[in-house]
């Protein structure tokens, strides 16, 4: 099962801090998931002592019982990737810099959720023999290079299929530009402050402000 997987490989930790990058576990050889050492590497490298306290100290947090329960619960934690590429192209349509009405702010959301829904599911481009494609690219945070997936193209599709249907909503005569079915809603009324009762009068708020520090 994942979980299993997911616990073998977090215990596996115990080998690779004592300097044991390969080794036989359930009949299988296991290993390291980073590059080989180097015979200077593996010397200069301070690896612990299974008799060390330190050890002992990691051996505790790792295999604590409640940790490895939860490890369950990892499995079937989902990546947020998905939300921020949203989140993203709604910047196209939303710009943060602007200043938007209630009406048009829904529109433009409204525009972004179908830009979303229309290529939220592109596959992994390929080239003309059917290689998939991928970029190099240097996030400041690892600064180091790495390959990511290229996908194919948005489609913008969805732009030319909203003006046909309002071409044909402004031709159709039984459409009442005012109907409230077909207008957009107005935002609700929103207080000018959270103050509970009416604003009392503003020379008399100061009187009784000085008075108070003459007694």
């Known amino acids: 099962m994942v979980w299993q ?3 073998r490989r977090w215990t596996s930790i115990f080998h690779h801090i004592c300097g044991i990058h390969r080794w036989e576990e359930d009949g299988q050889e296991r290993t390291c998931y980073h590059q080989d050492l180097t015979e200077k590497q593996q010397r200069r490298k301070k690896w612990l002592q299974t008799d060390s306290a330190a050890f002992k100290t990691l051996s505790d947090h790792v295999l604590n019982k409640n940790l490895l329960k939860d490890l369950n619960h990892m499995t079937l934690f989902k990546h947020t990737g998905a939300l921020e590429v949203y989140h993203s192209a709604m910047l196209k349509y939303t710009e943060k810099r602007l200043h938007f009405v209630y ?16 290529n939220v599911g592109r596959q992994q481009s390929t080239t003309t023999d059917g290689t998939l494609r991928y970029n ?16 194919e193209p948005t ?12 071409l044909e909503r ?8 005012a109907d409230p079915k077909f207008y957009i809603q107005k935002p609700p009324t ?5 103050a509970t009762t009416p ?3 503003k ?8 008075s108070r520090f003459k007694t």
């Open 5 to 7: 997987e997911l616990k």
């Open 103 to 118: 009406s048009s702010m829904k529109a433009c959301t409204l525009l972004s959720v179908m830009d979303h829904n229309e």
């Open 136 to 151: 190099l690219v240097f996030p400041k945070q690892t600064k180091r290079w790495v390959a990511r997936k290229r996908y």
């Open 155 to 166: 489609r913008q599709t969805f732009r030319k299929d909203l003006v046909e249907r309002v």
């Open 170 to 177: 402004c031709q159709d005569r039984t459409v009442k530009f």
């Open 190 to 194: 929103i207080s000018d402050n959270i």
């Open 199 to 201: 604003r009392p009068d």
């Open 203 to 210: 020379e008399q708020s100061i009187a009784e402000h000085i």
